[in-house]
Nanobody, 118 residues
Framework: QVQLVESGGGSVQPGGSLSVSCRNS????????MGWYRQAPGKEREAVAA???????YIADDVKGRFTIFRDNAKNVVFLAMNSLKSEDTAVYYC????????????WGQGIQVTVSS
């Protein structure tokens, strides 16, 4: 059974940096796609970044050049490094994973808060 556990996040001023990480603390299920979604208050959940075990990569347009996704395939761990943060990046960030898909995978983390505020 896959159990995604997130860590990191927190609060930072605009222009600052934060990172979030996610690991599978459950069974050894091969996960093709691992990535991150976010949901800001009053908005729909949106994809931020995702990476497949074959290197296939997705980065949302509004975070390109600022966010970087790293993945350790052997350990089923995924990191999201967030630089030059803006107030509009404030959201709950969710880890997402699936054995065969890049997006809208069947497994979700519990969510972790990222707040960008002066």
């Amino acid at each position: 059974q896959v159990q995604l556990v997130e860590s990191g996040g927190g609060s930072v001023q605009p222009g600052g940096s934060l990172s979030v990480s996610c690991r599978n603390s459950g069974g050894a299920v091969p996960l093709y796609g691992m990535g991150w979604y976010r949901q800001a208050p009053g908005k729909e959940r949106e994809a931020v970044a995702a990476k497949g075990t074959d290197g296939t990569l997705y980065i949302a347009d509004d975070v390109k050049g600022r966010f970087t996704i790293f993945r350790d395939n052997a350990k089923n761990v995924v990191f999201l490094a967030m630089n030059s943060l803006k107030s509009e990046d404030t959201a709950v960030y969710y880890c997402n994973a699936d054995p065969v898909r890049m997006f809208n995978g069947r497994y979700w983390g519990q969510g972790i808060q990222v707040t960008v505020s002066s």
